[in-house]
């Protein structure tokens, strides 16, 4: 049994390179935890394709709703979700469509 050498065939770097190029293109996943009458992290950016997920924690119903009324959730009971996935680049503010003065935002870039 002979060992191959990487250098010689290329076939170990380019397996490495396609594996870095599925990763890059692979849609990210992100959660944000209402609890405590908040949304946590307040604000965050994430690359066009991707998925938020909003996960209520807290012991009362809470709401997701853009202002521009891109998306909006149903209500939340406690450990409910609700995923809305950001294909075009912007800013998205949302809040809670039950307690108005919970505020968030999504970066999409």
Not at 12 to 40: A, G, K
């Amino acid at each position: 049994m002979s060992k191959r050498d990487p250098k010689s065939t290329g076939e170990e770097i380019n397996n490495v390179e396609n594996d870095q190029e599925q990763w890059q293109m692979r849609p990210q996943e992100t959660e944000v935890l209402i609890d405590f009458f908040s949304f946590i992290p307040q604000d965050i950016t994430v690359a066009p394709g991707a998925t938020v997920t909003w996960v209520n924690r807290d012991d009362v119903q809470h709401g997701v709703a853009s202002s521009d009324k891109t998306f909006k959730s149903k209500v939340l009971r406690t450990d409910d979700k609700f995923s809305f996935k950001f294909d075009e680049p912007g800013t998205y503010e949302y809040h809670c469509s039950i307690h108005p003065k919970m505020r968030g935002k999504v970066i999409v870039q």
